[in-house]
Protein backbone atom coordinates (compact mmCIF):
# COMPACT_ATOMS: atom_id res chain seq x y z
CA UNK A 1 0.00 0.00 0.00
CA UNK A 2 1.12 3.52 -0.75
CA UNK A 3 2.02 5.59 2.06
CA UNK A 4 1.97 8.90 0.03
CA UNK A 5 -0.81 11.63 -0.85
CA UNK A 6 -1.06 12.55 -4.65
CA UNK A 7 -3.20 15.75 -5.60
CA UNK A 8 -4.09 17.48 -9.06
CA UNK A 9 -4.00 21.39 -7.84
CA UNK A 10 -4.00 24.39 -10.09
CA UNK A 11 -1.52 27.51 -9.13
CA UNK A 12 -0.89 30.43 -11.05
CA UNK A 13 -3.38 29.26 -13.75
CA UNK A 14 -1.67 26.06 -14.58
CA UNK A 15 -2.31 22.51 -13.23
CA UNK A 16 0.28 20.48 -11.15
CA UNK A 17 0.84 17.37 -9.30
CA UNK A 18 1.62 17.67 -5.43
CA UNK A 19 2.99 14.62 -3.91
CA UNK A 20 2.70 14.42 0.31
CA UNK A 21 5.44 11.53 1.49
CA UNK A 22 5.35 10.00 4.51
CA UNK A 23 8.68 11.58 5.62
CA UNK A 24 11.33 14.30 4.51
CA UNK A 25 13.63 11.56 3.67
CA UNK A 26 11.37 9.85 1.09
CA UNK A 27 10.88 13.57 -0.89
CA UNK A 28 14.75 14.43 -0.66
CA UNK A 29 15.14 10.86 -2.25
CA UNK A 30 12.63 11.38 -5.21
CA UNK A 31 13.53 15.01 -5.65
CA UNK A 32 16.99 14.00 -6.18
CA UNK A 33 16.16 11.76 -8.98
CA UNK A 34 14.42 14.04 -11.03
CA UNK A 35 17.15 16.55 -10.67
CA UNK A 36 19.92 13.84 -11.50
CA UNK A 37 17.80 12.58 -14.18
CA UNK A 38 16.28 16.40 -15.71
CA UNK A 39 18.51 15.96 -19.02
CA UNK A 40 16.72 13.06 -19.89
CA UNK A 41 13.53 14.66 -20.44
CA UNK A 42 11.34 11.60 -19.29
CA UNK A 43 10.15 12.31 -16.11
CA UNK A 44 8.02 15.69 -15.37
CA UNK A 45 9.94 18.08 -14.21
CA UNK A 46 10.83 19.14 -10.39
CA UNK A 47 8.41 23.10 -9.29
CA UNK A 48 8.71 22.90 -5.86
CA UNK A 49 10.53 20.68 -2.68
CA UNK A 50 9.19 21.52 1.19
CA UNK A 51 9.59 19.37 3.64
CA UNK A 52 7.41 16.03 3.05
CA UNK A 53 6.07 17.81 -0.02
CA UNK A 54 6.89 17.82 -3.83
CA UNK A 55 5.22 19.70 -6.56
CA UNK A 56 6.10 18.73 -10.15
CA UNK A 57 4.50 19.23 -13.83
CA UNK A 58 1.69 17.78 -14.75
CA UNK A 59 1.44 15.74 -17.89
CA UNK A 60 -1.49 15.58 -19.97
CA UNK A 61 -1.59 13.40 -22.52
CA UNK A 62 -3.21 9.57 -23.19
CA UNK A 63 -1.66 6.68 -20.77
CA UNK A 64 0.80 3.89 -22.55
CA UNK A 65 -1.63 0.86 -23.60
CA UNK A 66 -0.46 -3.17 -23.80
CA UNK A 67 -2.56 -2.94 -26.48
CA UNK A 68 -0.93 -0.17 -28.72
CA UNK A 69 2.42 -1.50 -30.61
CA UNK A 70 3.71 2.41 -31.12
CA UNK A 71 3.83 2.55 -26.89
CA UNK A 72 5.75 -0.64 -26.40
CA UNK A 73 8.24 0.74 -28.91
CA UNK A 74 8.22 4.16 -26.62
CA UNK A 75 8.79 2.19 -23.69
CA UNK A 76 11.43 0.70 -25.02
CA UNK A 77 13.16 4.25 -25.73
CA UNK A 78 12.48 5.58 -22.29
CA UNK A 79 14.44 2.81 -21.17
CA UNK A 80 17.09 3.51 -23.54
CA UNK A 81 17.30 7.30 -22.84
CA UNK A 82 17.10 6.48 -18.61
CA UNK A 83 20.13 3.82 -19.16
CA UNK A 84 22.17 6.05 -21.45
CA UNK A 85 21.66 9.13 -20.27
CA UNK A 86 22.65 9.04 -16.44
CA UNK A 87 26.03 8.62 -14.50
CA UNK A 88 26.07 5.18 -13.02
CA UNK A 89 28.57 3.74 -10.42
CA UNK A 90 30.25 -0.29 -10.94
CA UNK A 91 30.19 -2.14 -7.91
CA UNK A 92 30.80 -5.60 -6.23
CA UNK A 93 27.41 -6.92 -6.51
CA UNK A 94 28.18 -9.19 -3.50
CA UNK A 95 28.00 -6.43 -1.12
CA UNK A 96 23.78 -5.28 -2.95
CA UNK A 97 20.73 -6.08 -1.30
CA UNK A 98 19.43 -8.00 -4.49
CA UNK A 99 22.20 -10.65 -4.03
CA UNK A 100 21.47 -11.29 -0.48
CA UNK A 101 17.79 -11.46 -1.11
CA UNK A 102 17.34 -14.12 -4.05
CA UNK A 103 18.53 -16.95 -1.69
CA UNK A 104 15.87 -15.85 0.79
CA UNK A 105 13.25 -15.47 -1.93
CA UNK A 106 13.45 -18.67 -3.34
CA UNK A 107 13.46 -20.80 -0.09
CA UNK A 108 9.95 -18.78 0.36
CA UNK A 109 8.63 -19.63 -3.02
CA UNK A 110 9.78 -23.15 -1.82
CA UNK A 111 7.92 -23.59 1.24
CA UNK A 112 5.03 -21.96 -0.48
CA UNK A 113 4.98 -25.17 -3.14
CA UNK A 114 5.37 -22.64 -5.84
CA UNK A 115 8.99 -24.50 -6.82
CA UNK A 116 10.66 -27.43 -5.84
CA UNK A 117 13.59 -27.90 -3.54
CA UNK A 118 15.57 -28.99 -6.68
CA UNK A 119 14.24 -26.00 -8.70
CA UNK A 120 15.07 -23.76 -5.72
CA UNK A 121 18.87 -25.70 -5.91
CA UNK A 122 18.85 -24.91 -9.89
CA UNK A 123 18.22 -21.32 -9.62
CA UNK A 124 20.00 -20.35 -6.89
CA UNK A 125 22.84 -21.89 -8.69
CA UNK A 126 22.36 -19.84 -11.60
CA UNK A 127 22.26 -16.61 -9.49
CA UNK A 128 25.43 -17.57 -8.24
CA UNK A 129 27.03 -18.48 -11.99
CA UNK A 130 25.45 -15.48 -13.49
CA UNK A 131 26.54 -13.19 -10.82
CA UNK A 132 29.02 -10.57 -12.95
CA UNK A 133 32.02 -9.19 -11.58
CA UNK A 134 30.83 -6.12 -11.19
CA UNK A 135 27.45 -4.24 -11.64
CA UNK A 136 26.31 -0.78 -12.88
CA UNK A 137 24.21 1.06 -10.04
CA UNK A 138 21.86 4.04 -11.40
CA UNK A 139 18.68 5.49 -10.98
CA UNK A 140 15.79 3.11 -11.88
CA UNK A 141 12.17 3.80 -12.39
CA UNK A 142 11.06 0.44 -10.75
CA UNK A 143 7.53 0.01 -11.59
CA UNK A 144 7.23 0.79 -15.24
CA UNK A 145 3.31 -0.81 -15.29
CA UNK A 146 1.68 0.63 -18.61
CA UNK A 147 -0.62 3.26 -16.59
CA UNK A 148 2.48 4.60 -14.94
CA UNK A 149 3.49 5.99 -18.61
CA UNK A 150 1.79 9.13 -19.98
CA UNK A 151 2.64 9.15 -24.10
CA UNK A 152 2.62 12.22 -25.36
CA UNK A 153 4.18 12.92 -29.53
CA UNK A 154 5.38 9.09 -29.13
CA UNK A 155 7.43 10.04 -26.11
CA UNK A 156 6.97 8.29 -23.00
CA UNK A 157 7.21 9.64 -19.45
CA UNK A 158 7.30 7.98 -16.33
CA UNK A 159 4.74 10.00 -14.52
CA UNK A 160 4.79 7.79 -11.10
CA UNK A 161 7.87 9.87 -9.67
CA UNK A 162 7.45 8.02 -6.51
CA UNK A 163 8.72 5.14 -8.31
CA UNK A 164 12.03 7.03 -8.63
CA UNK A 165 15.08 5.70 -6.91
CA UNK A 166 19.24 5.60 -7.07
CA UNK A 167 21.83 3.19 -6.56
CA UNK A 168 19.34 0.34 -8.12
CA UNK A 169 21.42 -2.37 -10.48
CA UNK A 170 20.95 -1.25 -14.18
CA UNK A 171 17.78 -3.37 -15.60
CA UNK A 172 15.70 -3.73 -12.85
CA UNK A 173 12.89 -1.47 -14.18
CA UNK A 174 13.08 -3.33 -17.69
CA UNK A 175 12.96 -6.60 -16.08
CA UNK A 176 9.81 -6.06 -14.64
CA UNK A 177 8.31 -4.11 -17.14
CA UNK A 178 9.32 -7.19 -19.51
CA UNK A 179 7.70 -9.76 -16.66
CA UNK A 180 4.26 -7.34 -16.41
CA UNK A 181 3.49 -6.31 -20.11
CA UNK A 182 6.32 -5.18 -22.48
CA UNK A 183 6.74 -7.09 -25.53
CA UNK A 184 9.88 -5.11 -26.85
CA UNK A 185 13.33 -7.25 -26.26
CA UNK A 186 15.57 -6.13 -23.48
CA UNK A 187 18.16 -7.19 -25.77
CA UNK A 188 16.71 -4.44 -28.40
CA UNK A 189 17.34 -1.76 -25.44
CA UNK A 190 20.83 -2.97 -24.50
CA UNK A 191 21.65 -2.75 -27.90
CA UNK A 192 20.62 0.78 -28.06
CA UNK A 193 22.03 1.53 -24.75
CA UNK A 194 25.25 0.54 -26.17
CA UNK A 195 26.22 2.45 -29.15
CA UNK A 196 24.82 5.59 -27.29
CA UNK A 197 26.99 5.26 -24.11
CA UNK A 198 29.52 2.45 -24.53
CA UNK A 199 28.15 0.91 -21.61
CA UNK A 200 27.47 -2.82 -21.27
CA UNK A 201 23.97 -4.03 -19.79
CA UNK A 202 23.54 -6.86 -21.80
CA UNK A 203 26.13 -8.70 -19.44
CA UNK A 204 24.55 -7.96 -16.18
CA UNK A 205 20.89 -8.39 -17.30
CA UNK A 206 20.82 -12.06 -17.00
CA UNK A 207 21.54 -11.79 -13.18
CA UNK A 208 19.81 -9.04 -12.67
CA UNK A 209 16.27 -10.62 -13.94
CA UNK A 210 16.68 -13.87 -12.58
CA UNK A 211 17.25 -12.18 -8.98
CA UNK A 212 14.33 -9.27 -9.15
CA UNK A 213 11.93 -12.31 -10.45
CA UNK A 214 12.40 -14.27 -7.98
CA UNK A 215 12.11 -11.45 -5.18
CA UNK A 216 9.01 -9.99 -6.64
CA UNK A 217 7.00 -13.33 -6.63
CA UNK A 218 8.19 -13.58 -2.82
CA UNK A 219 7.02 -10.28 -2.35
CA UNK A 220 3.77 -10.91 -4.10
CA UNK A 221 3.37 -14.13 -1.60
CA UNK A 222 4.03 -11.74 1.16
CA UNK A 223 1.34 -8.89 -0.11
CA UNK A 224 -1.43 -12.04 -0.29
CA UNK A 225 -1.48 -11.51 -4.27
CA UNK A 226 -0.15 -14.57 -5.99
CA UNK A 227 -2.01 -13.67 -9.25
CA UNK A 228 0.87 -11.67 -10.10
CA UNK A 229 3.14 -15.00 -10.04
CA UNK A 230 3.79 -16.74 -13.48
CA UNK A 231 6.08 -18.98 -12.05
CA UNK A 232 6.53 -20.26 -15.70
CA UNK A 233 8.94 -17.03 -16.04
CA UNK A 234 11.00 -18.01 -12.98
CA UNK A 235 11.21 -22.01 -14.02
CA UNK A 236 12.63 -21.56 -17.56
CA UNK A 237 15.11 -18.83 -16.67
CA UNK A 238 18.41 -20.95 -17.56
CA UNK A 239 17.10 -24.14 -19.64
CA UNK A 240 17.00 -22.66 -23.01
CA UNK A 241 18.65 -19.42 -23.03
CA UNK A 242 22.53 -19.10 -21.47
CA UNK A 243 23.87 -15.02 -20.16
Known sequence: MK?????????DGRKLKRVIFETEQEAARVAGCLRELKSTRRFPGLLDQ????????????PVASQRRRADHAAVADFFVDLYAGQAVTAVDPAGLALAKAVDTALEKLCSAAWINAGEAERLAALARDW?????WLGHEYIDPIARNFVIADQRALAIDIEALWPNQP????????????????????????????GRDLKRQYPWVSLCFTAVYFAQKLDQNKPGHIRIEALTRVGRLQKP
Open 3 to 11: AHLVQIVEA
Open 131 to 135: QPRQV
Open 170 to 197: LGLGLAKAALRWLSISPDTVFESVLQRS
Open 50 to 61: AGRKLEVEFVAG
